[in-house]
């Protein structure tokens, strides 16, 4: 199953030149990589980066990644933590989220 995480163009860039990553601020805090779901991705884009542009969304296979724990979080929801650096070589596929009318469109997602 795929999962996924949005990256500012600046965190994209330093996953991509240092090989790996210990995630956004907010990781960085909570101590965990947050990543969405298909279904979840673009309620996170929303509430937490309406309007930024320059953004990544990054695609990784969740059985691939250790130690991942699925916790609840907004209205119980289960979501997908990291608990070490992202690798590279974690991430399957990456596309840019261009902003539309004010609005992230998904190309990679159906």
């Known amino acids: 199953m795929l999962i996924y995480k949005i990256f500012r163009a600046d965190e994209w860039a330093h ?3 240092e090989g790996e990553t210990a995630g956004a601020p907010i990781d960085l805090a ?3 990589i947050h990543f969405s779901t298909a279904e979840t991705v673009r309620e996170t884009a929303e509430k937490y980066f309406a ?3 320059g953004l990544m ?3 990784v296979e969740a059985d691939n ?3 991942l ?3 609840p979080a907004r209205e119980g929801v289960l979501f997908p933590h990291l608990y070490r650096k ?3 070589a974690d991430v399957v596929w990456s596309e840019a989220l261009p902003l539309t009318d004010g ?3 998904f190309p990679g997602l159906a």
Request: hydrophobic share 45%.
């Open 86 to 88: 992202m690798t590279i």
């Open 103 to 105: 609005k992230h469109q």
């Open 57 to 59: 969304l990054i695609a």
């Open 51 to 53: 309007g930024v542009d």
């Open 15 to 17: 996953l991509q030149a």
């Open 69 to 71: 724990k699925w916790e």
């Open 65 to 67: 990644l250790a130690p």
């Open 30 to 32: 909570d101590g965990y």
